[in-house]
């Protein structure tokens, strides 16, 4: 009876190895990374949702997304962030100060300009079920991260069965939030200049600029 339970064990933990890195979702994670790498620039509106159901939040956001290669700038209402790959801007219109760090390419936070390249480094992927997401028929794929203090314990992303596009992606925490991107009006033809991803504190009249690095 022991060995019986052992063997049970053995089993289904084989199983849920094989599970933690599914080839159907490396093949589609794969797909939608050469797609993306594939475009030299590219932009996008997107939407922003940030829900907790133990604190009721629930709020929503409307913005965009700009990249090009290694960098990116992120327009919120309340902030933009400005990576032009060596460099960190985080901009509070309200504040009227912008924070300045080193961009530091090995960190744990999520990267938007690389949000289709994640799941190839320290994290385990495994295909869910397909499900449509904002009309679209896409693929369910959770990331899950192999460090167990990373910043978010999982991210699910939805991506269009048809051409791999990211429809969306959704990054959780372990103090309850969720962050939901929905990506829409993709531009694959954006060609901004180099100066869009640095933040110019001289067209900024008054901003107090604290420099972290």
Do not use: H
């Not at 992303?157 to 959780?172: E, G, L, N, P, R």
């Amino acid at each position: 009876m022991k060995k019986l339970f052992l063997a049970i064990a053995l089993l289904v933990f084989v199983k849920m190895t094989f599970a933690q890195y599914d080839a159907r979702a490396l093949e589609t994670l794969d797909a939608m990374s050469k797609k993306y790498k594939s475009i030299p620039a590219f932009e996008a509106n997107l939407a922003y949702t940030l829900t907790n159901d133990t604190e009721k939040v629930n709020e929503e956001f409307k913005g965009k997304i700009t990249v090009k290669g290694d960098k990116y700038r992120l327009v919120l209402p309340e902030q933009e962030v400005i990576n032009n790959g060596t460099t960190v801007w985080t901009y509070l219109p309200e504040a009227k100060e912008v924070n300045i760090d080193s961009y530091d390419p090995n960190s744990d936070e999520i990267n938007p300009s690389k949000i289709y390249e994640t799941y190839k480094k320290g994290y385990k992927y495994l295909y869910l079920q397909d499900k449509t997401e904002g009309g679209v028929l896409c693929e369910e794929i959770d990331l899950v991260p192999e460090k167990k203090d990373a910043q978010y314990f999982k991210i699910k992303m939805f991506i269009s069965k048809k051409d791999k596009s990211v429809q969306s992606f959704t990054m959780f925490d372990k103090s309850g939030n969720r962050y939901k991107y929905t990506l829409t009006k993709f531009n694959a033809n954006a060609n901004p200049a180099d100066s869009y991803f640095t933040f110019d504190p001289k067209k900024y009249p008054g901003v107090e600029v604290i420099d972290l690095r």
